[in-house]
């Protein structure tokens, strides 16, 4: 199996005032096409930048980041911006929809970059929004719904341009028990039939438990959590 | 309850700052809308001033019935004596009436500026001087009865060109050099005088325009009036001079108040609804604070009224930037309408109606955020991020 | 185009903001298009003015005299002289002024392009009590043809003492520079009506260059030769008659002034209503990101959502002038009107310029906030 993510060596420092504090120090992962991967650590463990790098929202300092076969730190920010939207699908942990939007309408926000025709816009809509169950909320706004709903609306706007590479970061974070399990049942579902690659950021322990790879990151390496009778 | 809404509004005009852009609108509204209405009303009420204060109540002026100008005015020579020897009018040294029969003429000027005007020549009778006790000689010397010649007003000579002395003026009938310049601190500055008969003669006029008298006293005039208009042969109106010119002032200006008025409106209610949406936008931002006030025991009315207030002090700050800017720009210039040369006046009674106009414009923006403000649960206004 | 509705669901985020924020907008594109609407009218008046005519009035104020026609006549250049005498009076009551141009049947072959046909001249000379009257005029009287209009005018009495009855023949067109409207009526009539004394005069005359190219020559002229007469002349040509700029106050610069003022109000509240705006939605701007949206894409998205309200606000705001300009007649005292603004495509076409300008400036600053936003730190601020 080829690597869909490749991190090379890759090394990330943040200026805080005047000084520079190094998140990640010469960090390399493969992760194969069609893994589930969950990612855990303490805050500030450089989590959420692994995966800003993968999904081209940020860049290196130094390092190779090689996503799809596609070398992100050659790219320019319009060349990673168009990437971007044909490859990644982004799950964020407090939603980020539109409030002013139905359900419809902010899943279809993926696909007016394209140039699809209205129709089939709508049809591919409609395909996601019945893949993660909710074909039913479809003119709903994001206000009159809770927030696993909310979240199931996202994962469609995640996925409604069928690309290769999901990235999620923390998106059980602000769920009740039930509504975390729905979305983490939905994410296997999608890693197993669809054959997505997922790389999830997470706090929740049983998140994990629905991944086929465990990795934590600890003062800034990578440790791999082989799963105890599986 | 008072004191409960001056720590409102303070705890208010402290978080202001940092809604400065946002408050920047009423401001910025209400100055606009104050600047142009004072500078549209600089005019008219530089005009209106420099008309009324030209009339003396103590002297009355007597045109042809129905004529709105003197220019429209017809005294005959016939009618002339009968209205000189009507009772009620003062006598000078030797006895005789303090009357004076006047004939006017417009003449196009050319302005310092290039475009075109046009005052009034003024044909004084004998008594005009006389009658004129304000009208000084300011250089050159009078001008002489029977003599084609001419005294200028010291604002036709600021304003328009050709009006020095030695310089001549076209008239009918030839050129006519101006002799002396003269000062009244009125309207008549604008104008020139000369000798009526030269005038009449050379102009082929053979009747006066309008008699101007000086009454024997303010009482007089009931009786003065009375005289003219019971008799048979005159068909004339009497009108004290200050009347007269309160009428002309209105007619002249009217048009231009109400334009005035008109864009002034037009631009508040603009500014009205900036003023909606700032201070709904204020109430928002303030949800927290007044929640928690209200929790704390501060009761409803109070914090209404720091809303409206916060409202009012913005527009009147801005009104008052926008008169400032009016009254930089504009007044104490010199201008003319027609034969009325007046200095652009932003006067203190105008500033006043721009921030009487920015005040009402505050509460009505006011009242309905105000309202919002009070009525708002406290419960959701602690609730919201 | 797909856009929209994105674009529709961020103006109405805060319906309140949205439509107060329009209404300012179209109250100051009405103030714009009456502004800006009355330059139109003096600039098409300019334009429309005929270079051949050239007005003659008495030098020093008063009336001319008839017999000057035929001299005028005789000066090389003029190939057609008309004249006609006022009549000023008022009509019941003494605030209620009313001015009629007694023409005299010249008339009618110099002013070609005022709206009269030549039968409704006719009417004039085949009905010497008639009155030709303007559509502002009727509207202000309440006249209809058949009606008798009567005058009083202590200035131009009739000499046997009665006022004049005037019977309405028919409602012509208005006319740019005439401000409230105008009356024509017949002057051999009034002329022969009046007291010995006032007869044959004239207040104005209307001399037709035979030469375009030479009229204010033509002006000279004529006021070079009554110079030295009892009446001497001022001429004007119509083109100087109907520049705006020169006459005392520069109207035109007024109303431009004006204009300015309102469209400086609304660029800072539409400046305002964007950078909140957009203050408000960051993180939902670098969601846009996030799912591929280029800068370029996330600024135009800006920029619409400033133009749209600017654009219905000014095409709104003009249409409300427009309906003004039908009742502003009704607000001025007879007499005093102004000129009828009038919304050409030229204010149109400004109107849009203007509001695309305060669009475009208004969004700048935060677009420019967002092209230099880093998405990971906005994502992470919630």
Known sequence: ?230 | MIRQIFIVCALNFKSLPRRFWTSMVIVVGLGATVGVLLSMLSLTTGMQQAILHSGDPGRAIVVSAGSDSEGQSVITRAMAPLIVDAPGIAKDKDGKPLADKAATMGVPVLRKDGTKGYTTMRGLGTKGLALRPELKLVAGRFFQPGRREMMVGRGAQSLYKGMNIGDKVILPGGEWPIVGVFSTGDLMEGQLVGDADTLMTATHHANYNAVLVRLKSMDSFDTFKKALSTNPALSVTAQRHSDWYKRVSSESTIGLVILAYIVGAVMAIGALFGCLNTLYAAVSARGREIATLRALGFSAFPVAVSVIIEGVVLAVAGAAIGAAIAWTLYDGKRDAFGNIIFFLTVSPATVGLGIFWAMLVALLGGLLPSIRAARRPVVDALRAT | MKYFPLVWAAIMRKPARAILTLLSVMIAFTLFGLTIGMNATFTTMAKNARADRVYVGARFGGDMSLAMAAQMAQIPGVSMVAYTNGLNGYHQEKKNKVYAMMADAKLADTLTEWPITRAQWDMLQKNRTGILISRQQATLWHLKPGDDFVIASPQHPRGDGQPWKLRVLDIVGDVGYMSGGYILGNYDYFNKSLPLAKQDKVDQYFVQAGDPTHSADLAQKVDDHFANSTIPTQSITEKAALDVSNVGIDISAVDRDIALAGMFMVLFLTANGIAQSVRERFAEFATLKTIGFSDNGVMALVFLEAAIPCLLGAALGVGLASWITTVLPRLFPPGQGVPIPMMTPSVYLWAIFSASAVALISAVLPAMRLKRMDIATALSGR
């Open chain 1, 1 to 230: 199996m080829s690597s869909a993510i490749s991190l090379r060596h890759v090394v990330k420092h943040y200026r805080r005032g005047k000084e520079s504090v190094e998140v990640l120090h010469d960090l390399s992962l493969e992760i194969p096409a069609g893994e589930f991967v969950s990612l855990m650590g303490p805050s500030g463990s450089g989590k959420t930048t692994i995966l800003n790098l993968v999904g081209g929202l940020d860049s290196c300092n130094s390092g190779e980041v090689i996503v799809g076969g596609e070398h992100l730190e050659t790219l320019s920010g319009g060349q990673l911006t168009k990437w971007r939207g044909h490859n990644i699908g982004f799950v964020f942990q407090f939603y980020n929809l539109m409030p002013m939007l139905s359900a419809a309408a902010n899943v279809e926000l993926p696909l007016l970059l394209t140039s699809l025709s209205k129709s089939e816009r709508q049809r591919r809509v409609a395909v996601a929004l019945e893949i993660v169950g909710l074909k039913d909320r479809a003119s709903h706004k994001p206000g009159e719904m809770s927030g696993g709903q909310q979240q199931r609306v996202g994962i469609a706007r995640a996925i409604v341009a069928d690309p290769a590479i999901l990235l999620c970061d923390e998106p059980t974070g602000d769920l009740d028990r039930a509504s975390a399990d729905e979305i983490l049942t939905l994410l296997q579902q999608l890693n197993r039939q669809q054959g997505k690659t997922i790389l999830m950021v997470t706090h929740d322990p049983k998140a994990a438990d629905h991944a086929t790879r465990r990795l934590e990151m600890d003062k800034g390496q990578l440790i791999e959590r082989v799963l105890v009778g599986a």
